[in-house]
Nanobody
Framework: VQLQASGGGLVQPGGSLRLSCAVS????????IAWFRQAPGKEREGVSC????????FYADSVKGRFTISRDNAKDTAYLQMNSLKPEDTAVYYC???????????????????????WGQGTLVTVSS
């Protein structure tokens, strides 16, 4: 499985960006896709995840109400729509796929667990005026 994240860039506070995670190499129906981020000098943080099978979603408290995760199974792609961006959202964002699925992500991704099946290369989001 290969993951290709894209869509990062420079945006002003209050602005929006949409990240994409294109996945190839496997049938995604039984996977979940998650987004993690790592800011300079900070620990990696789980942001959101989605079940590719039924679309269930999960958000970390830090992004709830501002970020929306979605998927397009026909395109084997997951998205992260980020609105009302803040300077503290500045980070490299990584998309991750794991066959253990949605339940595994929700049980682990906000508890400092980072051992997942497949990681993409990361895309930089900078929120600054």
């Amino acid at each position: 499985v290969q993951l290709q994240a894209s869509g990062g860039g420079l945006v002003q506070p209050g602005g929006s960006l949409r990240l994409s995670c294109a996945v190839s190499g496997s049938n995604l129906d039984y996977y979940a896709i998650a987004w993690f981020r790592q800011a300079p000098g900070k620990e990696r943080e789980g942001v959101s995840c989605i079940s590719m099978r039924d679309g269930k979603t999960f958000y970390a408290d830090s992004v709830k109400g501002r970020f929306t995760i979605s998927r397009d199974n026909a395109k084997d792609t997951a998205y992260l729509q980020m609105n009302s961006l803040k300077p503290e959202d500045t980070a490299v964002y990584y998309c991750v796929a794991d066959l253990r699925g949605y339940g595994y992500f929700t049980a682990t991704m906000t508890r400092g667990v980072f051992e997942y099946d497949h990681w993409g290369q990361g895309t930089l989001v900078t929120v600054s005026s």
